[in-house]
């Protein structure tokens, strides 16, 4: 592959790093490398049926310009931004902000940000939104509010919606709906479609074919993106290089192809703890992205051809070089059941010098005249070889800078990959058939219509319970 | 126990809730309880030989009296608080802010914050500390950092005192590192000490006889969170109160003894990961702070008697009601490997209500008239119902309100239940042995004098390895 494109490193899981016991062969992955292809080959085979709709998002020029067309009216317009959402319509959110902005972006004074404040409430906490709704009151009128909901049943983004067009309605009139608020929602049915249409305001849609955690790179994520001054062109146009790259043949030129394999085979092999540890505080979030779309896709008691299975990997995300005053511990001493994935940046937007000063110990002259990047990426090095020395199994999934091109890629690369994975464990990785049943007890649990019977159901349990606590 | 006090809820881990095959019976309870309550009386034992110092903390009447006299002439001198530390010197801190203080605390204006701005600095990404320093730069004279280190010789909080004593020097001179900078270390020796001492500066002790991760209720943690305006007093009078408690030789008045053989005996049936899923934003990062106790103390392949073995449950943070839509699919669907720990809140101090409003569709009338807390309860409730339904143990901790004295019971629950674990897995809660490996690496790869052969493993090592990548 390119040297300019992000790279999935994989010496340190092969058995010449790692051991015999731990590691994988050259033979062991060309073994799995044939059913890998065939899999690639068939997911290729059923996009032209329709199928694996996100992998179709960068080459949408007309979404795109609706998202564009969407901005630019409010871009200049409004000081703070709420993303009203949760799960799929708030993660992507929250992680191409901290990847592409400053740190502390919202602490910046207005000329040094590239738009609006950004708060994502990705939760119906009372507390959270009571004292959001506290920081925003005396600039109500400068706040845009995107709620992302597809269908507009989610309970907490209904929630919240009722909420905050009460509140415009109130403060600022009836105008201030069609001003303040834009809601993203499927573009033909659902209860939120329902109400859009009868008040006849404009809103973006949620792409058809493409599930909440597989959406980032459409208006759901990429309008909070653009107000906040990310180039959302570019990441598609990463993501659209990394289509192309997931899409080989030939299982060396393939990461995602690469990455599900590996992954997969650890799985197999009782290593079901997949550890993202970014070394980049801006990459922390694309962690939590991960955990969403790896577990929520993974996670399944149900193969595609009907048959009971129990499968799901735990991801779990980590920070270095936070995590190494955290976890490091667990993690070198404890079971040998994770797989550690390194997300590494090889040039640092900025850095910072860690100066000569006369007088300082001897124990610490070791650090002065270096920088914190390269104090950075030794930590990453050093935890890495200590945990291979271990026996545990690293990847490193290399970005040569954080940009937006590599962060599209990024995404694409993890999104191919579930795909992928999913196959190889024999399950659909689109559905989550398990988050209903907790819906519905929801729903029972407020009174709403129709769920009687899941009422009953947790009554006659909590009388058949006994108490217990200290 | 009191009913003003936090609870342990562990009606549904026993068989009767979540059947025999993953529940826990009486009978098995009343066997472990045993062993259990000798442990309990070995630790009390070791006490009075001056072990387990952590216990002592919320009697420390001088500490207290230290710490706020370090406050008194500083809490309205300042805007911003910068705290430099990492692991066991930033969790706690960053844990007792997100409970006690508002959310989005550091936007709100002066005048309604309890103290200055809190930034909370773990990590030495090159981008995130010079952004840092950018927003900083034009009020740096309005800025007090606290730097916390025991040693002095943690390589990230010593590479982030060396810059920071810089510019304080080069940009207000050098009375600014009297004024400005507050140094928690090691009373008598270290690296820090010296420099400290060399300087006639005053500072703040890390308690002897207490590791980092066990220090939140010491200068280390409580100097920061009395800055911003909460009551350390009632933080420790709550933890001298669940201290008492967790003293107790009966395992129904113990909650710490029960929460440890609870863990463990899951653990010893092979659930060896611990979600601990709070239902308030303001509690997430108290789930943090959990990680590291949790997986430093416990993962250890090393028994006390020096015998190996490998041990170590897995914590895993997780957030109600956000995480039902990333990751309950996994955790109901998955492998049943998993015990979950809720957070639950009785009251919050804040309440949002949901309106009615006219021409609301029929499918979202149930949220009408309710309230955000309502809501978020009910959610906890489903979702653990439907959890127990699956065969999956749940314990939950429970909240009357988020205060100082509950934040401080949590605390010391979760840190005497920690020395109770680590002995039932007859390991040393206390060492982190682990950690040296990848610090000495580190060095290496950073030139320090006295690691050579750390650089020689490392560089014969990569000159072994295949590079492989995609």
Same sequence: chains 1, 2.
């Avoid at 906490?125 to 009151?137: I, K, R, W």
């Avoid at 997969?264 to 009782?270: E, L, N, T």
């Avoid at 007088?359 to 990426?377: C, E, H, N, V």
């Avoid at 399950?427 to 649990?445: E, F, N, R, S």
């Amino acid at each position: 592959m390119s040297q300019q494109g992000l790279t999935l490193d994989y010496s340190r899981i092969l058995s010449n790093s790692v051991g015999t016991t731990h590691g994988l062969t050259s033979a062991e992955l060309d073994g799995a490398g044939r059913r890998v292809m065939e899999t690639v080959a068939t997911i290729e085979r059923e996009r032209k049926d329709g199928r694996h709709r996100y992998r179709d998002l960068p080459d949408d020029a007309a979404m795109l310009r609706g998202i564009r067309t969407a901005i630019k009216p409010r871009a200049n317009a409004f000081e703070n931004l709420v993303v009203l959402g949760i799960g799929g319509s708030a993660l992507g959110n929250i992680a191409l902000q901290t990847a592409l902005n400053p740190p502390y972006y919202n602490s910046l004074p207005t000329t040094r940000r590239g738009g609006p404040r950004l708060f994502v409430v990705d939760n119906v906490d009372p507390v959270q939104v009571a004292s959001l709704l506290e920081v925003l009151g005396p600039r109500l009128r400068k706040t845009l509010f995107n709620v992302i909901t597809k269908s507009g049943e989610t309970a907490e983004t209904a929630a919240q919606f009722l909420i905050v067009r009460k509140l415009l309605r109130d403060k600022l009139g009836d105008r201030a709906l069609r001003r303040n608020l834009l809601v993203t929602t499927d573009a033909h049915s659902g209860t939120m479609r329902e109400i859009v249409d009868a008040e006849g305001w404009e809103t973006l849609a949620v792409p058809e074919g493409v599930g909440g955690r597989f959406s980032v790179l459409s208006a759901v994520g990429l309008f909070s993106a653009g107000m906040c001054g990310i180039n959302i062109g570019k990441l598609l146009s990463g993501a659209r290089e990394m289509g192309k790259r997931c899409a080989q043949r030939t299982l060396k030129r393939n990461p995602a192809a690469m990455l599900a394999l590996l992954l997969h085979a650890y799985y197999v092999r009782g290593k079901r703890l997949h550890v993202m540890m970014p070394y980049s505080h801006q990459l922390k979030d694309l962690a939590d992205w991960y955990r969403q779309l790896w577990a929520e896709s993974l996670g399944k008691c149900t193969a595609r051809d009907g048959t009971p299975v129990v499968v799901g990997p735990t991801p779990i995300k980590a920070l270095g070089a936070t995590d190494q005053h955290s976890q490091v511990q667990l993690y070198r001493e404890g079971p040998n059941d994770k797989v550690f994935i390194f997300l590494e940046v090889e040039r640092f937007k900025k850095d910072v010098r860690i100066p000569r000063v006369a007088g300082t110990p001897a124990s610490l002259k070791y650090l002065q005249g270096t920088s914190l990047a390269r104090l950075l990426t030794a930590e990453k090095r050093a935890t890495e070889f200590a945990l291979v020395r271990s026996g545990r199994p690293c990847l490193t999934i290399r970005f040569p800078q954080i940009n937006e091109e590599h962060v599209g890629a990024f995404i694409m690369l993890w999104e191919a990959a579930t795909t992928i994975a999913g196959y190889l464990l024999e399950i659909d990785p689109y559905d989550q058939p398990a988050v209903q049943m907790g819906k519905d007890y929801t729903y029972a649990l407020m009174g709403k219509d129709g769920f009687a019977a899941q009422r009953r159901e947790i009554d006659t349990f909590a009388s058949r319970g006994r108490k217990s606590s200290v």
